[in-house]
């Protein structure tokens, strides 16, 4: 009978009430909305857990990203590296050659080490180009792994294409306000060597000017570089963007620097360890100078060794990027308390779940990460509207209105629950 089962006690075998069916509306079905894991244990104990990370735990979830979505993570690292390396190999082909190995003076061999170095320094940049880049671009993919859902290529382009000009944008400045804050501090030493200077001010110049950029560039090159992830996760602006990497790096540039200094070192070491294989190939395939096809073939399995190391590790990089980006908003905002208290995680777009309240980015906010229950309050800027139902300062409240927490009440209103009567004799 209807109603049974409230009186029931457990274990009595009485049937529970049947759902409520609903009825149609008429309307036509939408997209389907996606379903997010709905235990919270499995959001706080996933193979990246929904909590603020630890260092060893963020380099652990940038490999557990490779290794739950390869066909996404290794697609778009190896579409961006294969352009990347072979732009490099064609400029040292063209540019270098075997000119330093066919002449021994000193003209030509100084004309040759400064263009290895010239496209050593290009290298470096297409690097961290190509790995900010990716960063925008598997932020999306991490974020699904979060929540236990699979990121295929297609959805990872899919969720990056509405922004992808912004990220380009974003990478674009990032990297030419590292460049330009290397370059100004070495100008003095640039022009007292082309201007022939005594060699001790040069030296003494140089001295100065190289670290001084080299810690400008570092600087502004972690200040600037979680704007890659935002502008795609958050859909901001380019100026929104850069905005938001300043507010979520305020007290945490030092850490964030740390963990990409250690990435950095990770990187190299298994960077050159993955070369070691093609490098002894092109040795013992065709010799130390190969001349024609042969120098083509060695130059060919060279950059395809180059390809596929660098398609390895550059998804770590940019998932490290993109993990701090969401540690430093859970730490910051609470990002990982309002997901895993939210009441309905059916959602239409996977990436309105990352857009930021206005209360959380506007002027001040954001500096203290907020405990497990504490609501969030923010007090109304100054010069906003009353609320709903509310009048002028002084004005009478409605029927049944409260007043402003901290304000005392009319005269006139009922004491506090437990008190006595008001004098008088009022209730």
């Not at 352009?83 to 004309?111: C, M, N």
């Not at 990872?156 to 100004?184: F, G, N």
């Not at 740390?258 to 190939?281: D, E, H, K, S």
């Not at 024609?292 to 399995?301: F, H, K, M, N, T």
Request: aromatic share 6%.
């Amino acid at each position: 009978m209807p109603g049974l089962q409230a009186w029931a006690t457990p274990g009595s075998g009485v049937p529970e009430d049947p759902p409520p069916s609903r009825e149609p509306t008429g309307q036509e079905p939408g997209p389907a909305p996606s379903r997010l894991a709905a235990d919270r244990s499995e959001l706080l104990g996933g193979d990246i857990p929904l909590r603020p990370l630890g260092v060893s735990e963020t380099l652990d979830a940038a490999i557990t990203s490779v290794r739950r979505n390869p066909r996404a993570v290794l697609g778009l690292a190896l579409v961006l590296t294969s352009a990347v390396q072979v732009i490099l190999t064609l400029g040292a082909y063209f540019l270098v050659g075997r000119s330093a190995s066919d002449e021994v003076t000193p003209g030509p061999v100084l004309r040759s080490v400064g263009t290895q170095s010239l496209l050593v320094v290009i290298g470096l940049v297409l690097t961290a180009y190509t790995v900010l880049l990716l960063a925008g671009m598997l932020a999306p993919v991490l974020g699904r792994t979060l929540f236990g859902l699979p990121g295929t290529l297609r959805q990872a382009w899919r969720d990056v294409q509405p922004s992808l000009v912004r990220l380009v944008a974003v990478a674009t400045i990032t990297m030419s306000l590292s460049l330009v804050a290397m370059t100004l501090p070495v100008v003095p030493f640039i022009l007292l060597a082309a201007g022939n200077a005594p060699a001790g001010l040069a030296l003494l110049a140089a001295l100065v000017g190289f670290p001084v950029g080299l810690a400008f560039m570092v600087w502004l090159y972690v200040l600037c570089v979680l704007a890659a992830p935002a502008v795609v996760m958050e859909r901001q602006s380019v100026p929104q963007a850069f905005r938001r990497a300043r507010q979520l790096l305020s007290r945490r540039w030092w850490r964030v620097c740390g963990t990409l200094l250690l990435t950095l070192l990770i990187t190299i070491f298994i960077g050159l360890i993955a070369q070691v294989p093609f490098f002894l190939m092109t040795r013992i395939l065709f010799g130390q100078n190969p001349t024609g096809w042969a120098e083509l073939s060695s130059l060919a399995v060279g950059t395809v060794g180059r390809i596929l190391s660098w398609s390895l590790i550059g998804p770590f990089d940019a998932g490290v990027i993109a993990l701090l980006y969401i540690d430093l908003r859970m730490r910051r905002e609470g990002l990982d308390l309002e997901l895993q208290t939210r009441d309905d995680l059916e959602i239409h777009d996977f990436l309105d779940l990352w857009r930021p309240s206005p209360l959380v980015t506007g002027p001040g906010a954001g500096h203290r990460r907020p405990r497990a229950g504490t609501p969030l309050l923010h007090p109304a800027p100054s010069g906003a509207a009353p609320p709903h139902g509310a009048g002028p300062p002084g004005a009478p409240l409605p029927y049944g209105a409260a007043p402003p927490y901290g304000t005392a009440p009319p005269y006139g209103a009922a004491p506090p629950y437990g008190a006595g009567p008001l004098p008088g004799g009022r209730q």
